[in-house]
């Protein structure tokens, strides 16, 4: 059990440029989900996946967001057209089932 | 939707001084966690507790579910405690609701 992995740890962009970050969950996990957390705040839900189906999206996902988990296994999660409001910490987290979750280290945006 | 509140919202202490980290939520839950976030961002579990008492070393935790609140306790704080700590919950669904947060200064 390695734990879960993000990648890239840090970005930065320019405002109006794509960015792509990826999550690997814990193997065994089949539950899967974004947040995001800005300076001095808790982590804010994002999206959620159960194997490869996307359950639930939070009105805090723009249309400029989208996220995949192809084969129920790593996710994307895409930002079109960054704005600076976009930069934070996402995080991504994975649970066996209802319980408990586990958190990745984070990638953290910078829109410049 | 369910509220979480977290007290204090700021603590210094002396390294080996003991402290209470409280966690106060508006409706019942499903699962509990408390998590200490690093310097670096990186969430670290530190109790599952949805209910009930659990030690972890220095660390435990109990939670009156029926009286909506927990409680983190640290014994003989060092250094490295310092931090944020973060309580979440979940309400009937799978996200998780986070506090406020404690952030935790410790003085050596």
């Known amino acids: 059990d390695t734990g879960v992995s993000q990648d890239p740890r840090h970005k930065i962009t320019k405002r109006g440029q794509n960015v792509t970050f990826r999550c690997d969950p814990i193997?065994?996990?089949?539950?899967l989900y974004w947040y995001r957390q800005t300076l001095g705040q808790g982590p804010e839900f994002l999206t959620y996946f159960q194997n490869e189906a996307q359950l639930e999206k939070s009105r805090l996902l723009s249309d400029r967001f989208s996220a995949e988990r192809p084969k129920g296994s790593f996710s994307t999660l895409e930002i079109q057209r960054t704005e600076q409001g976009d930069s934070a910490m996402y995080l991504c987290?994975?649970?066996?089932?209802?319980?408990?979750?586990?958190f990745g280290p984070g990638t953290r945006l910078t829109v410049t | 939707g369910i509220q979480v509140e977290q007290s204090p919202p700021d603590l210094i202490l002396q390294e080996g001084a003991n402290s209470t980290l409280r966690c106060n939520f508006s409706d019942s839950v499903n699962n509990l966690q408390w998590f200490h976030q690093n310097p670096w961002g990186q969430l670290i579990n530190l109790f599952y507790?949805?209910?009930g008492t659990k030690q972890n070393g220095r660390l435990s935790a109990t939670t009156v579910a029926t009286e909506r609140y927990s409680l983190l306790y640290i014994s003989s704080s060092q250094t490295t405690d310092s931090g944020v700590y973060f309580c979440?919950?979940?309400?009937?669904?799978?996200?998780?609701?986070f506090g406020t947060g404690t952030r935790l200064k410790v003085l050596a």
């Open positions: 507790i949805p209910s």
């Open positions: 987290a994975s649970s066996l089932e209802y319980y408990e979750q586990y």
């Open positions: 979440a919950v979940t309400s009937g669904t799978y996200k998780y609701i």
């Open positions: 193997s065994e996990h089949n539950r």
